[in-house]
């Protein structure tokens, strides 16, 4: 039923850019929370950036604040994460999450469904 499909993943040096997008179907988009999460090699999976269903605000993690800009166009049930500067760091496999938790305090589980990820790598 939920599906989630990412795309927009790839190679980028330190400092540039890259836009994710998550194409969303199975449930009405703006009824529930989506956001997306992170896990790099041998680490635990970490929400990086929401939109919340209740305020429609955006939340992200400390670690991506000011860099990142997740959006959204309702109208195609799809969501996007631009992430700017970025960093080694931020090497890790990006997944679209369906109804997160999702808080100023913070991302987090329980997930109800996941896209099936997408890496985004970003060299020295």
């Known amino acids: 039923e939920v599906q989630l499909v990412e795309s927009g993943g790839g190679l980028v040096e330190a400092g540039g850019s890259l836009r994710l997008s998550c194409a969303a179907s199975?449930?009405?988009?703006?009824?529930?929370?989506i956001g997306w999460f992170r896990q790099a090699p041998g680490k635990g999976r970490e929400g990086v950036s929401c939109i919340n269903s209740v305020d429609g605000r955006p939340y992200y993690a400390e670690s991506v604040k000011g860099r990142f800009t997740i959006s959204s166009n309702n109208a195609k049930n799809t969501v996007f994460l631009q992430m700017n500067s970025l960093k080694p760091e931020d090497t890790a496999i990006y997944y679209c999450?369906?109804?997160?938790?999702?808080?100023?305090?913070?991302?987090?589980?329980?997930?109800?469904?996941w896209g099936k990820g997408v890496l985004v790598t970003v060299s020295s």
């Open positions: 199975g449930f009405t988009f703006d009824d529930y929370a």
């Open positions: 999450a369906h109804d997160p938790i999702c808080l100023p305090q913070g991302i987090s589980g329980p997930v109800d469904y």
